[in-house]
């Protein structure tokens, strides 16, 4: 079993949906969740960024942290053509020589 | 200007040759990072420098061998290629003991 667990998708939703992405994990070491964007043939960028439990909110884009449960979600709102790109949640304990553990990631398809 | 570059952006090779991926960041971090992209997406770390010296060292066969020859530089080599080496090999930097990565745009590598 991987220590994280994200649902590839590809996930196709109309111009102005609310997007879900969703990513459970195992170890409960983890405090540090991110979300990172990568369009396709580039580097991933990050999006999101969420210290231990509880939501975050940047514009259209909302993180949620449920370490009780350990599960985390990324909400878009308004969803744009321009968000179509995968979706990568990572996430990492803490100390120096501690890894980030990506998800598989998510596609994510905006039909104008 | 490019903050994490990689060079070359794409690599067509043989299998049994040996080839070297080079990535420079100007950003003044101090921790520097290969992770290997496959063909699902799924993204894993391979190594990781902090001012030039290997903290993290996962399971990656030893035919690869990273070098750092100051904390802005850290290059991979790779010798005796084989299909399975095949996929996009992502070099990102961080300040030492941060969480947030800085991902470079990557470099495809093709075995035939």
């Known amino acids: 079993q991987k220590e994280v667990e994200q649902d590839p998708g590809p996930l196709s939703v109309p111009e102005g949906a609310i997007v879900s992405l969703n990513c459970t994990y195992s170890?409960?070491?983890?405090?540090?969740f991110m979300w990172y964007r990568q369009y396709s043939r580039k580097g991933p960028e990050l999006l999101m960024y969420?210290?231990?439990?509880g939501n975050k909110e940047d514009g259209r884009f909302t993180a949620q942290v449920d370490k009780s449960s350990k599960y985390i979600s990324l909400f878009i709102r308004d969803s744009q053509p321009s968000d179509s790109a995968t979706y990568l949640c990572?996430?990492?304990?803490?100390?120096?020589?501690?890894?980030?553990?990506f998800g598989t990631g998510t596609l994510l398809a905006v039909q104008p | 200007d490019t903050a994490v570059s990689q060079t070359p952006k794409y690599l067509v090779t043989q299998m049994g040759n040996d080839k070297s991926i080079k990535c420079e960041q100007n950003?003044?971090?101090?921790?520097m990072y290969w992770y290997k992209q496959d063909s699902k997406k799924f993204l894993k770390i391979m190594f990781s420098?902090?001012?030039?010296?290997?903290?993290i060292n996962e399971t990656v066969p030893n035919r690869f061998s990273p070098k750092s020859p100051d904390k802005a530089h850290l290059n991979l080599h790779i010798n005796s290629l084989e299909l399975g080496d095949s996929a996009v090999y992502f070099c990102?930097?961080?300040?030492?003991?941060?969480?947030?990565?800085?991902f470079g745009a990557g470099s495809r590598l093709t075995v035939l």
């Open positions: 990102a930097s961080s300040q030492k003991g941060a969480n947030v990565l800085t």
């Open positions: 990572a996430m990492m304990g803490g100390g120096a020589t501690n890894k980030l553990i």
């Open positions: 420098y902090n001012n030039k010296e290997l903290i």
């Open positions: 170890n409960s070491a983890f405090q540090y």
């Open positions: 969420t210290y231990s439990s």
């Open positions: 950003l003044g971090h101090d921790t």
